[in-house]
């Protein structure tokens, strides 16, 4: 019996719980509706006094023009002045001259197989014995004639490009080793290469290599 009670109780608050939900959500719609239909009010009659009752201007009644602003005699003037101005002509931009360009050396230098017998007295100042000496040169001569033959193809192909190339790494080597003879004329060869595209030029001083080359191979098999 006791427990029935109890239970009735129960379902009787959940109950009261319920309804009261029910009842404070609807008085919430209604209050939120209401604030809205009043802020609708004031968005439309935002602006407008109450007191005051907003008729559309007659028809007959005539609006009035307002006057043009007053023009100085002074602003006239200027504008009179600039209709009529015609425009500056532009500056004329006169070519810049061309500057001439050296010919390339079509002669042979007078120089060239005019060279010193080689001298490896470099390699004595540096602290190396004689025999030492002889030996890096003997190791120079190969490294010449290999570079011979590439020199002639690029020659062919009229590649001085590779030419300059090819004749530089000798040409440091050799002036590390010594001065004079083959030393000179790769110093010279190379130096012409930078600029030079007469092939004539480059066959001479080619001739001139392979000749240099054999002098020192002889030189040095004594």
């Known amino acids: 019996m006791i427990v029935y009670i109890a239970v009735s109780v129960f379902l009787l608050m959940i109950a009261y719980f319920i309804y009261s939900g029910y009842k404070n ?6 209050d939120r509706k209401e604030r809205a239909d009043k802020r609708q009010e004031k968005i ?10 907003v008729t559309a201007p007659s028809s007959k009644e005539e609006k009035e023009e307002e006057p043009l602003p007053a023009v100085s005699p002074k602003t006239e003037t200027v504008q009179k002045r600039e209709e009529k101005a015609e425009p500056s002509p532009k500056p004329s931009i006169e070519p810049t001259p ?20 080689f001298n490896h007295a470099r390699l004595l ?31 062919e192909r009229s590649d001085f490009h590779t030419m300059e190339r090819l004749t530089h790494s000798i040409k440091g080597s050799s002036t590390t ?16 290469l930078k600029s030079g595209t007469e092939p ?3 066959e001479a001083y080619l001739k001139q290599l392979k000749h240099y080359c054999q002098a020192l191979k002889e030189q040095y098999s004594r």
């Open 25 to 30: 959500e609807k008085r919430y719609q209604e």
């Open 44 to 53: 439309k009659n935002r602006g407008v006094p109450s007191s005051r009752k």
């Open 98 to 117: 061309e500057i001439p360009r050296e010919a390339p050396q079509k002669e042979i230098p007078v120089s060239l197989g005019k060279y010193p017998d």
């Open 125 to 155: 100042k540096m602290g190396l014995s004689e025999e030492d000496a002889q030996e890096f040169v003997a190791e120079l001569i190969p490294q010449i004639e290999s570079q011979i033959p590439l020199i002639e193809e690029a020659m």
């Open 177 to 192: 080793v010594g001065s004079g003879g083959v030393s000179d004329l790769l110093v010279d060869f190379n130096t012409y």
């Open 200 to 202: 004539a030029i480059a």
